[in-house]
């Protein structure tokens, strides 16, 4: 079947599905493979269940009027989103990807920019070649705006990405040591999430460049529209008054907010916050705007929330690590001025040939403050040799925990998201 025709299918039922746990009625199923399943075994179950219709790419699982059959499901999900995205030809569409901060930084855009525009961004963390297509896909007429958040492991994906998100605007928010192990090593880091700049570049888009970073002025070279945001020599500046409990930042330049009072934990996501600042000025968003929907947003999903829990406060951080956040979230929490701290730091993962080293880089680092209790859990922290408490996996860590009965402390707890360091605290 032609893309022409699927999407006229799409407008009859514009609601996409691939799992048929969560279809409802009138979804058309996509029957996407996985390492441990085949979706179109699926294809019976979803249409029993409700589906208008199942898209499949196995022939032996064509039931009919309500299958369509393609050559391949996950091509066809990905092309029926580029067409979709044709659709909106007067709407910005801003695409945002990095090392870190990736997350947090959408959620500030798109808590800005809905306060002004009818605005659709991405869904919790989809952010791969089936959660994108998946976004685009939910973009209804009445958009103004549409953000979306581009993860990538190794390089040519953010290029596959805009081919069918085709962004307007775009974000790194930093080149970090995330992923190494696909991407081979820092450079290739760059040179994957550089591919975002080659498009912008290459279709006369506007990037919106963090000018502290000078690898992201040089990366940014060529294209033609770029908005600074940083601490100095930029078109929006702010600094840090305080970052504890939660961080504050004085805009002195490019905006009107004054001082912003963010549910944020860090000097670390100055950035994000500055860019929040700088994409709502750009696209006309009154300052009181802005101040408010930046101080009013409240982290979630285990990224950097401060949880009070009896007399203890918790940074829970357990997302995802890197070396990079990783260095930052010790540093951030080696300066509050609290007695008692306990680090609580799960093993990070697709570090390559480099783990090990970047492992007992962070042990090294843990060494130079002074701690209550220091905990590490999995992956290659099992490796190195430390003085610390160290655990097998998060299951582990909680026993410890539980029978620590810590009062008046404040705990770190981060780590990757394979290790599942928010178990600690169910």
Known sequence: MLIEQLYKIYQQFPSIQTDTRKLKQGDIFFALKGETFNGNAFAAKAIEAGA???????????????????????????????HHRK??????????????????????????????YKTYTTEGNLNNH???????????????????????????????????????????????????????????????KGELYDYLRKTNGTAFVMWDYE????????????????????????YTIKSEPFLEVNITKGGETGIIKTKLV?????????????????????????????????PSNSRSQLIKKESN???????????????LAIENFARLSADNKVLMLG??????????????????????????????????????????????NSEEAKEWFVKKHFSDTHILVKGSRSIKMEKILE
């Open 52 to 82: 208008a219709y199942a898209v499949i790419d196995e022939n032996e699982f064509f039931l009919g009027d309500k299958t369509i059959l393609v050559d391949d499901v996950l091509s066809a999900l990905q092309q029926l989103a580029k």
């Open 87 to 116: 659709q909106f030809t007067s709407i910005s569409f801003i695409a945002i990807t990095g090392s870190n901060g990736k997350t947090t930084t959408k959620e500030l855009v798109h808590t800005v920019l809905s306060s002004s």
């Open 130 to 192: 089936i959660g994108i297509p998946l976004t685009i896909l939910k973009i209804k007429p009445d958009a103004e705006v549409a953000v979306l958040e581009m993860g990538a492991n190794h390089q040519k994906e953010i290029a596959g990405y805009c081919e069918y998100a085709q962004p307007t605007h775009g974000i790194i928010t930093n080149c970090g040591k995330a992923h190494l192990e696909g991407f081979g090593g820092e450079e290739g880091v760059r040179k994957g």
């Open 215 to 238: 690898y992201l002025q040089e990366m940014s070279r060529g294209i033609p529209k770029i908005v600074t945001y940083g601490s100095r020599n930029a078109e929006t500046e702010g």
């Open 266 to 298: 860090g000097d670390y996501n100055l950035p994000n916050v500055l860019l929040a600042v700088a994409i709502g000025k750009y696209f006309n968003v009154p300052d009181t705007k802005i101040k408010v929907s930046i101080e009013n947003y409240t």
């Open 313 to 327: 406060t918790i940074i829970l951080d357990a997302y995802n690590a890197n070396p990079s956040s990783m260095k």
């Open 347 to 392: 093993g990070m993962a697709e570090l390559g040939k480099e783990s090990l080293s970047e492992h007992e880089a962070i042990v090294s680092l843990i060494d130079k403050f002074k701690w209550k209790s220091v905990v590490l859990v999995g992956g290659d922290f099992l490796k190195c040799r430390h003085p610390y408490i160290s655990l097998m």
